[in-house]
């Protein structure tokens, strides 16, 4: 059975939480055509410019 992957990326100086987002992208080889998942912890305020690339 799988186990579960938990992640302390909390910054315990400050009292807002959680500051960073797991974020997974398919991208699309150029060569084969083939999809793959490209996953990255990148902070909350940098998600949609993540994702506008």
């Known amino acids: 059975m799988a186990k579960k992957a ?6 315990k100086n400050t009292t807002t939480g959680r500051s960073h987002t797991k974020v997974i992208k398919m991208v699309k080889s150029p060569k084969t055509g083939a999809y793959s998942f490209k996953e990255e912890m990148i902070l909350n305020d940098q998600v949609k410019d993540y994702f506008s690339k």
């Open 6 to 11: 938990v992640a302390g990326f909390r910054d």
